[in-house]
């Protein structure tokens, strides 16, 4: 098993440039499905998760290629209907294909994702839509066999009781080949639901609304193949600028999708950073300490604060001068990257949602374990603010999400190695 070896303490200086965005690619990649021809993704992340994303496709009889971050995916010949249990809980994001191929195919043979990071994650949401789209559905042994009656879904009028990002995108993406319209309220407004939809529009689709609460989805009989860039990945960079500002550093960070980093950007700020900002790019320069975050950091969906960039700014703040509260609204358990934060020197109690982080004067390097993708990253990020050398095991959670991870880091000066 591979692990990450850090020598922290050093101030990170240098250049970025930012990464495709996983949370895009994963449901574009899937929506490539409902083409039928050629489609050409360009700054696409390679990504162990973007790679299943790929072996789903394959096992459904597409066929997909890489070129460095180009992916070709031909999805004109479509032989399977079912997605095997091992490929659905190799990522749980797997349950996005549903949508694409009940749009498709009009019907699909699925698993509940299994596994637990961060709290249980339900689909209800994801069914119940289905079923009011018109969509029978039976589960049984861990499977989920979906048929829509007459082959083809019905444009319906959803109510989301919660603004769930997969269950927006699985309802996009069976609606936009449906029979009729679709409307959905209080669909989540994150950016990377436009970048899906834009997508979807280049292939022909029609939507609109997307990055509201309300979208409109106009079923299609046919969508066509398209050339699409996916955006940069806003928690990539949110991880970068807060190792670079736990360290004291400087960062330019390129190719960033500044206006959707915002919500992140404006808390970030608040502890004395210079951020400055244009064009595409992002400049922060630290002091020599931070200040802690004088309100609470509530997470909550788009244009809320990200839960995903939650466990990144902890690392940061546990070497900031004062207390700061963190407050997680999204998931139950997504505080798992604590323990390890606290063996390494921090101050954090958790009681349920809240977390209360008082900075302290320095860090020291520990041996830790990610327990997940970004609790992994904020890991990291603590090894780098430490004094001394760490290690992280169980690193194929980091490798889910970010691409040259030790690259990127080593670009700014942070030393860092896999062994
Ligand atoms: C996506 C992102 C993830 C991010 C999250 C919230 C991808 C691949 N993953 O996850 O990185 O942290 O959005 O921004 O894009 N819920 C239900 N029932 C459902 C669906 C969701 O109760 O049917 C609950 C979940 O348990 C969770 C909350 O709603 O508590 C938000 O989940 P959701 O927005 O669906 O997140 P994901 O799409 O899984």
């Known amino acids: 098993m591979q692990k990450l070896i850090i020598k922290g303490g050093k101030r990170l200086r240098g250049e970025i ?4 965005c996983k949370n895009s690619a994963l449901p574009i990649i899937a929506a490539s499905l409902l083409c039928g021809e050629d489609c050409t993704l360009h ?127 699985n309802i996009i993406l069976c609606a936009v080949t449906a029979d009729g319209e679709t409307v959905v309220n209080n669909a989540a407004r994150e950016p990377e639901i436009c970048d899906l939809c834009g997508f979807l529009r280049a292939c022909g689709a029609r939507i609109s609304g997307d990055g ?7 079923g299609q009989l046919k969508l066509t193949g398209c050339e699409y860039s996916i955006m940069p990945d806003r928690i990539a960079g949110a991880t970068y600028l807060s190792m670079t500002a736990a360290s004291g550093g400087e960062i330019i960070l390129k190719n960033a999708c500044v206006q959707d980093m915002e919500p992140f950007l404006t808390v970030l700020e608040q502890t004395g950073c210079s951020i400055y900002t244009g064009g595409q ?19 909550m969906p788009h244009p809320g604060f990200p839960t995903d960039a939650q466990a990144v700014l902890m690392a940061a703040l546990t070497v900031a001068d004062g207390t700061s509260v ?27 949602k809240v977390a209360v982080v008082k900075g302290v004067s320095a860090l020291s390097g520990a041996c830790v374990e990610a327990t997940d993708l970004r609790g992994g990253a904020a890991m990291a990020a603590a090894a780098l603010a430490a004094e001394g050398t760490s290690e992280i095991t169980r690193i194929c959670h ?14 700014i000066g942070g030393e860092i190695c896999r062994v």
């Open 43 to 169: 700054n696409c992340p390679e990504l162990t998760d973007v790679y299943s994303a790929a072996r789903i496709l394959n096992c459904l009889g597409c066929r997909c290629g890489f070129s460095g971050n180009t992916v070709m995916v031909d999805s004109s010949e479509v032989t399977g209907t079912e997605i095997p249990e091992v490929l659905m809980r190799e990522m749980r994001s797997s349950i996005i294909f549903m949508g694409a191929m009940l749009g498709r195919m009009g019907e699909c043979t699925v698993s509940v994702p299994g596994g637990c990071e961060l709290g249980p994650r339900p689909i209800d949401m994801h069914l119940a839509a289905m079923r009011k789209m018109g969509v029978d559905i039976r589960e049984g042994g861990g499977r989920i066999i979906c048929r829509a009656a007459g082959g083809r879904a019905k444009g319906a009028k959803i109510n989301l009781s919660f603004p769930s990002v997969g269950a927006t995108e």
């Open 398 to 411: 980091i490798d889910r999400g970010y691409e040259k991870f030790e690259e990127s880091i080593k670009a």
């Open 212 to 218: 509201e609460s309300r979208i409109v989805i106009e």
């Open 326 to 352: 963190f407050e997680e609204n999204i998931f139950d358990c997504r505080y798992r990257h604590t323990d390890a934060l606290v063996k390494m020197g921090a101050d954090i109690q958790v009681l349920g």
């Open 17 to 20: 440039s930012l990464q495709g």
């Open 281 to 299: 790019n992002i400049y922060l320069r630290s002091g020599p300490r931070l200040r802690a975050v004088p309100d609470r950091i509530r997470t």
